[in-house]
């Protein structure tokens, strides 16, 4: 390529650059802006269902067609002005997003990716991080997500699903870490009803948010073991016990649930 045909397109391509961040600032934003981060299963339909029942900001409660979406699980050239035309296209005071390690180092190619999420926090954008403690149980929750009737899991697969987990695990600790976030475990924040209430004063905190009212959901649960949850709980815990992931057997636990 010659010297002039470079410096043609290097100028193009600034231009280009340049025409990007100008929409980029000309487009209007909901004034409380957030993005759930985290995996898949996480809790995030549930933060959001929380939100929903309990915000009430300085423009009244959410409608029900509010919803919190994935933008980025396809590849898009410019993420963040994807992202903010989102933002401009909603008509609520309240706008958020999910987001997973995923998208940004596999889909997006990023090799830095907490240099995007700083990016999205200087944008304005809350970061809360979504959390579950519970290794095994995501696990199996992962794969039954994909066939919820059959309750025989391959030992291959969930120690194979627990081995994933655990890097995405990994990669999202180092990419929020540098950015101010809140934390939501699943098991102790999200799972159990009761302490719904709890944790939409910590949202709305978090968020600069007017809390509606105490949310009324106290329920009556029961536990559930994993034995109830697969056909096979012996083969796989005998798996798991040759395997590097022998200590999830002692975290799982029985969970409260509906």
Known sequence: ??????????????????????????????????????????????????????VDGRYGPLPNTWSVESLLERRHFFPLQHIRRHGAACGDYLFGFRLSAVDLMVTHGMGEPHRFMTLLHDQGYKVIHLQRRDLMRHAIATLKSKDPTNLLIDPQMLIATLKQLDEQRIAESSIVAQVPHLAIIYETDLLNPNVHTATAQRLCNFLALQQRQPLNCAMKLVHQSISDLVSNYDELCAALEQSDYAYVLSEASAKLVI
Request: net charge positive; aromatic share 10%.
């Open 1 to 54: 390529m010659s010297s002039y045909n470079s410096s043609w397109f290097v100028h193009q391509l600034q231009t280009l650059l340049n025409r990007s961040q100008s929409s980029l600032t000309a487009m209007p934003q909901p004034a409380h802006r957030f993005v759930l981060f985290g995996t898949a299963l996480s809790g995030g339909h549930l933060v959001a269902d929380i939100l929903h029942r309990s």
